[in-house]
């Protein structure tokens, strides 16, 4: 946290116009509605963190916020507003943070929530209001619907051939496999997993398992007879092992390869 605060230096003219800059981008169009944030864990490729049909929404709920004086809890959704930016703009790892500021996203969509009541109430006043009605939802529904199928589109079909590098696919099969030859070897080396999701591979994947289990497949016991060992896809298979199993990536690539070493 020291090492991405954006005063982790004092504050400065340069700590405060990063800052700034950072809190401003947040209410970006860019950001909320056409790329997101830069972390693909974050959002799939080419989409925001809302859809596009709210920015009118939310425009036209800006507005009647301004002129609406007797509204509601007015203070709150001001203030919940301009909280909203903080956790991105506070950090300097992402000049814009989709996690770090999911707080807004309740408050954001009130707004648009709002824009919504402001948009009834100019139609009501219309001499042609149920034609006008009519017209206005016909174009709203097939904006949601077109929106639900693009995103459906990037989420569900795109993203999981772009991004499963990003997390630890494949993983779970290495784990299979590990329990299943379990009573074939005397050890595991493991030279697959980030080093920050150790604690949650050996909690959830390896709880109660009968072997020990090094992280670190370069440990020289790795290399002892009676050993199982997973690596990265692109290593060979050294000679004289037994080849357990070959995973794959969703487009073919081979990324990780497990063999065990015979005992004596």
Excluded at 11 to 29: C, E, I, K, N, W
Excluded at 227 to 238: F, S
Aim: charged content about 15%.
């Amino acid at each position: 946290a020291r090492n991405i605060f954006i005063f982790s230096k004092g504050v400065t003219g340069q700590s405060l116009a990063s800052f700034a800059g950072s809190y401003a981008r947040h209410f970006s169009p860019g950001f909320l509605f056409q790329r997101g944030d830069p972390n693909p864990r974050h959002h799939a490729s080419g989409t925001g963190q809302l859809p596009w049909w709210m920015g009118p929404l939310m425009a036209a709920g800006a507005i009647a916020f301004v002129r609406r004086s007797d509204l509601r809890d007015r203070g709150l959704l001001a203030a919940w507003l301009l909280i909203y930016p903080l956790g991105g703009a506070l950090t300097t790892d992402q000049p814009v943070h989709a996690t770090r500021t999911l707080l807004g996203l309740p408050a954001l969509s009130l707004l648009a929530a709002l824009g919504v009541l402001a948009v009834a109430a100019w139609i009501a006043r219309q001499p042609a209001r149920f034609l006008l009605g009519v017209a206005v939802s016909c174009m709203l529904a097939v904006a949601v619907v077109a929106e639900g199928v693009r995103f459906a589109d990037a989420e569900f079909l795109r993203y999981p051939a772009a991004s499963w590098w990003l997390w630890d696919y494949g993983q779970d099969e290495i784990f299979q496999t590990v329990w299943a030859r379990r009573a074939a070897y005397d050890r595991v080396c493991l030279g697959t997993v980030n080093r920050y999701h150790e604690p949650t591979y050996r909690a959830y994947y390896l709880q109660k398992f009968p072997l020990p289990v090094k992280m670190d497949a370069h440990d020289p016991v790795c290399a002892l007879p009676g050993t199982l060992v997973a690596l990265d896809g692109e290593n060979p298979v050294p000679a004289g092992v037994t080849l357990e199993r070959v995973v794959y990536s969703p487009l073919g690539e081979r990324i990780y390869v497990m063999f065990g070493i015979p005992r004596r």
